[in-house]
């Protein structure tokens, strides 16, 4: 019933999660051995009911020791003591200066992949792009794009480790490793970006490694989410109609931005554990169970977003769960906003008649949701 992992449901999930929403709204995967929530009112609830629903996916016997504890796995009241911090020191960036630095680099990429007939915009535009925006952000200097590439995936390949068990130990050492670069750069005696700052600002808030396994985790959702959010979001609004990619000119950022990421979210699940005995749409859920929320399928829910299945890029997406809701709200959502607008805008501007070439090949996970090539020729405007 559930395989998202079935070519049908690579090329196109929403067929299943429409089906899934329909039929078994509340549904128990036995393979999986989780339950799978599908309708939007059902993903807002588990998100915002902490005490019930938390996020220590230890309880339901996924094994993470406590050295690569992070704000991921912190529930209130211990979460919101770094949570704050975290999104102090995010405000306090330097964000005029990122947006310019920002705009030359997607600039660059652009450039140097339309002097090709036909390019690879993840390997060429998104990836970079993203990998730019996350190591300035973080203000992390010896990282190599090569390098956190190839953690980065390990770490994808593991969301799926619930489906294909081996793919679990090389994402924790990969993870290690990651979190090793960005410990580095903690103790360095440099204080830029957010890194510098949490060192400034977060002693006694909690232990250094949950602080540094937190900061790996922004550079690791800085990355991988980011450069498929930008492939999914051109090859949207390039699939929806010609004069789409026009139109962003003339639409309102915030509207179409948020669009995009209701309709071609990379971000598909986030996984909740129950504390007590619950119910979810009449079923009784036991403690210690593992809940999936399918948001990429809440995000396609007619019941909240009428023709949920059309790109509109007026739409009011308020309701949308592309970044959660509830506690653990992402605390990236304006980096990844800043990217989508910035990339997507300057080839709206610059690269208006930028046209796919073939279909884009799918990354063969469930969690993270994206081409793992998309071949297009982006042509500039003379
Ligand atoms: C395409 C872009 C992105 C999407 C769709 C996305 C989505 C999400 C979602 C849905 C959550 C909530 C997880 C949950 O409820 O369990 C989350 C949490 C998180 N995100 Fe993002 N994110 C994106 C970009 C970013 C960026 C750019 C950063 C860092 C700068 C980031 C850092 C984090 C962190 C650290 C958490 C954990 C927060 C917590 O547990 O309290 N994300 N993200």
């Given at each position: ?228 959010l930008?492939a999914n979001a051109l090859h949207a609004v390039l699939a929806s109609s010609?004069?789409c990619l ?10 179409w931005?948020?669009e995009l990421l209701r309709y071609a979210t ?44 059309l790109l509109?890029l ?30 997507l ?25 994206g ?12």
């Amino acid at each position: 019933m559930f395989d998202p992992l079935s070519e049908g449901a690579l090329r196109d999930p929403f067929q299943l999660y429409d089906r899934l929403r329909v039929e078994t709204p509340v549904y128990f995967d036995e393979r999986l051995q989780a339950w799978i929530i599908t309708r939007h009112r059902d993903a807002a609830r588990v998100l915002s009911e902490h005490q019930t629903f938390g996020t220590d996916i230890r309880k339901a016997g996924v094994e993470i020791p406590d050295s690569s504890n992070s704000i991921q796995l912190l529930d209130p009241p211990e979460h919101g003591t770094i949570n704050r911090v975290l999104v102090r020191g995010c405000r306090a960036q330097d964000w005029q200066q990122l947006r310019g630095s920002l705009l030359k680099e997607i600039s660059y990429r652009l450039n140097v992949a339309a002097g090709h007939h036909s390019a690879d915009f993840c390997k060429e535009v998104a990836a970079p792009v993203a990998f730019h925006a996350i190591t300035t952000f973080l203000g992390l200097r010896d990282a190599e794009l090569d390098a956190v590439h190839e953690w980065s995936t390990a770490i994808v390949n593991a969301m799926d480790s619930g489906l294909n068990p081996s793919a679990a130990a090389p994402g924790a050492a990969a993870r290690d490793q990651l979190t090793e670069l960005v410990t580095q750069e903690y103790h360095s005696d440099r204080s830029e970006g957010l890194i510098g700052w949490m060192r400034q600002h977060s002693s006694g808030v909690a232990p250094t490694s949950t602080i540094t396994n937190t900061l790996r985790a922004m550079l690791h959702a800085g990355y991988a989410p980011v450069a498929k959010l930008l492939a999914n979001a051109l090859h949207a609004v390039l699939a929806s109609s010609s004069a789409c990619l026009t139109q962003l000119q003339i639409c309102d950022h915030e509207r179409w931005s948020g669009e995009l990421l209701r309709y071609a979210t990379p971000v598909h699940a986030v996984c909740r554990v129950t504390n007590t005995e619950s119910e979810i749409g009449g079923y009784r859920i036991h403690p210690n169970q593992e809940v999936v929320v399918l948001l990429a399928a809440a995000n396609r829910d007619p019941e909240v977003f009428p023709d949920p299945h059309l790109l509109l890029l007026q739409r009011d997406t308020t309701a949308a769960l592309a970044f959660g809701c509830g506690p653990h709200y992402c605390p990236g959502a304006s980096l990844a906003t800043l990217v989508l607008v910035s990339c997507l805008g300057l080839i709206a501007t610059r690269f208006a008649r930028t046209r796919l070439i073939g279909d884009p090949e799918p990354l063969p996970n469930a969690v993270l949701r994206g081409p793992a090539h998309m071949m297009v020729h982006l042509i500039p405007e003379s």
